[in-house]
């Protein structure tokens, strides 16, 4: 037997379950025509205080269409969307797509430089910003504010633009292997295809399900959920301050009922133990993707699926083939695995002449059929090399198939078990990154002669990149360049033109940098960042004497933390290196050590040391004082 498997290979139903209530009525395909079939007084949007039923939506989209035809915007046309998770975002990218144009989403959070470059690449028409103060993205570009395009007004029947099978949808940008971020472009069909899959599965079956945005618009996963308002599914938009808090996070799904949530390996661990069975019908069902699981994670989540509280399902695929490519329910009763190839693909897993490897064999994973996307935006070249000729079918066929760069072992019933990257690229908190685009933001400092960036499995008590530079100083010694190039400018640097989950954790200044027996950089023998003394003392006796007991104590805790030797008072958690999950993992050694519960967002309004150890002082008191009552 070959890796060429047939659409619907016979052992998928072992692998994916039949859904408990087959779809009504999977046609008609496109995404449009399914959403105006919906009853209009079930709830389409719940975004914090705000709703809107699928009567309001479709009026709303409608409004928008009419006001961005006006504007010459149509099929073939790209509107960038530059708006927080919330309705607005949800009109403004179904309003886009009913007057035919395809959507960009920039991340109103990344850095502005990132932004600009996103528009200015993709060549979008229009630009849409939550307010009329909002700085210009790029210039040349017109900018709308989104209230111009909601504005109440003279609405008509709503009436989608009738557009091809491969008209633009969207497109979405990843990292760039060349040091610039390359968009993927998805056709219509494609994205419509990826909800009938996700229904074909048995993923996404629940009657007026309730769907939680849980990801940032500019990722990939966001489509994954946006598409499920297509079906009549209500979606609710989670915020910021939620997704970072796990207790939040797990209050979220009981008060609002949700029956969905994407979620990544690395969000899901703080979550499952806050998760309850709420009695209903069907569990939660958790969408995990963007990154491996580890083998004790994926029987934690199994012990919670035989438990009864969820279901849990394994979800892989790159941007270039329409989010999801394979899907495997996650039981815990056996190795972590990437599950089978959804109905709608077709996988070849072939070795490096092109040839499918036999059962039990390895090699790369190429995806072929209708869901692989159109290529990278403006980069035909790039799209020629990654989007390649069909190997499975006769050249006269015309089908491509998409080089995933990713290792698997193709196993006897079908489902793949993955193997890591053929490649530099690496993924990390859901995010996927080419690690050549963050080493060349790193070479690109003044003084820097060369660097490397590298993910390790533990860097401060959590996966996280470490950068390796060495600086342009007469014999290439480290120390020679250290006035002109320091962690703290590289980490400024960095965090000014990547997103933050691309600024590395840690920075080591290197002498030389380790080669192989042929000169090339040897990447294994590249030192470990040097681990924190368990008791770290302050970055000096001045700062020591300044330090209060209270910041004392969250200063040995941020350095266990964060892996950072020496803090003073005015030090910042983030430019230190820590993110989202460091903050959880902050969070609950607090609570061991003080018994206060500190709620997440707390270290985000107070990133300075000085200031989060007096926002603890209030909770410790206001503690002592409610026992003594």
């Not at 497109?171 to 040091?179: D, K, L, N, P, Q």
């Not at 509280?309 to 056996?334: F, K, M, Q």
């Not at 266990?560 to 803090?567: E, M, N, R, S, Y």
Request: with cysteine; hydrophobic share 45%; charged share 20%.
């Amino acid at each position: 037997m070959t890796a060429v498997l047939p659409e619907r290979p016979r052992t998928l139903d072992a692998v994916l379950p039949l859904p408990l209530s087959l779809p009504q009525d999977p046609s008609p395909a496109d995404l449009l025509a399914r959403l105006a079939l919906v009853p209009g007084a079930r709830a389409a949007v719940v975004a914090g205080d705000r709703e809107l039923d699928f009567d309001a939506l479709r009026a709303e989209a409608q409004r928008i269409a009419d006001r961005l035809t006006a504007r010459g915007i149509g099929p073939e046309s790209v509107v960038a969307l530059c708006l927080p998770r919330g309705a607005d975002l949800v009109a403004a990218l179904i309003g886009t797509l009913t007057a035919g144009a395809a959507y960009l989403p920039v991340d109103p959070k990344l850095p502005a430089e990132r932004q600009r470059y996103l528009v200015e690449d993709a060549g979008a028409d229009l630009v849409v910003t939550s307010g009329a103060g909002a700085a210009p993205l790029a210039e040349g570009v017109p900018h709308l504010p989104v209230a111009e395009l909601t504005a109440p007004g003279e609405g008509r029947p709503y009436a989608p633009v009738a557009v091809g099978a491969d008209t633009l949808a969207y497109v979405i940008y990843t990292s760039g292997s060349t040091g610039r971020p390359k968009g993927v472009e998805i056709a219509r069909a494609a994205a419509a295809a990826l909800l009938a899959e996700l229904e074909g599965a048995g993923i996404a079956v629940t009657d007026g399900g309730r769907v939680g945005w849980n990801a940032s618009p500019s990722f990939d996963a966001s489509v994954q959920q946006w598409v499920r308002i297509c079906r009549g599914d209500t979606l609710v938009m989670i915020d910021d301050e939620t997704r970072a808090d796990p207790a939040l996070l797990a209050a979220l799904v009981d008060e609002q009922a949700l029956t969905d949530l994407d979620i990544t390996p690395s969000h899901a661990d703080p979550l499952l133990d806050l998760l309850t069975a709420d009695g209903g019908p069907r569990p939660l069902t958790l969408l995990i993707g963007g990154e491996a699981i580890s083998p004790a994670l994926w029987q934690r989540i199994g012990e919670r699926t035989r438990a009864g509280v969820l279901r849990a399902v394994n979800l892989y695929g790159p941007t270039e083939c329409t989010v999801d490519s394979t899907a495997g329910w996650i039981d815990g009763a056996d190795e972590p695995h990437i599950g089978a190839v959804l109905p709608g693909l077709l996988m070849r897993v072939l070795d490096e002449e092109l040839k499918p490897v036999e059962v039990g064999g390895s090699g790369e994973l190429y995806l072929a059929g209708p869901r692989v996307g159109r290529g990278y935006r403006r980069r035909p070249g790039l799209t020629a090399e990654r989007f390649v000729a069909d190997a499975g079918r006769a050249p006269a066929g015309g089908g491509r198939m998409y080089r995933t760069g990713d290792l698997v072992r193709l196993l006897p019933d079908g489902r793949l078990g993955y193997l890591g990257r053929a490649d530099g690229q690496v993924k990390l908190r859901g995010h996927r990154i080419e690690l050549p685009e963050i080493e060349a933001a790193v070479a690109a400092y003044p003084g820097v002669a060369e660097a490397a960036v590298v993910l390790l499995d533990d860097v401060h008590g959590a996966p996280g990149l470490v950068a390796y530079y060495r600086t342009a100083a007469a014999g290439g010694s480290a120390e020679a360049g250290a006035g002109t190039v320091t962690e703290a400018g590289l980490r400024e640097r960095l965090g000014a033109e990547l997103p933050g989950y691309m600024v590395p954790s840690a920075f080591v200044a290197l002498e030389r940098f380790p080669t192989t027996t042929n000169g090339k950089l040897d990447r294994a023998a590249l030192p470990a960042p040097v681990a924190p003394a368990a008791q770290p003392a302050a970055a000096s006796a001045g700062e020591a004497a300044e330090l209060t007991s209270s910041q004392q104590l969250i200063a040995r805790v941020w350095a266990v933390v964060l892996g950072a030797p020496h803090i003073g008072p005015d030090d910042n958690f983030f430019k230190l290196g820590g993110h989202s999950l460091l903050a959880i993992k902050l969070v609950s050694r607090v609570r061991a050590e003080l018994g206060v519960s500190l709620p997440v967002k707390a270290v985000y309004a107070n990133p300075r040391l000085r200031d989060l150890a007096a926002f603890i002082d209030t909770l410790v008191d206001a503690t002592a004082a409610s026992q003594d009552q």
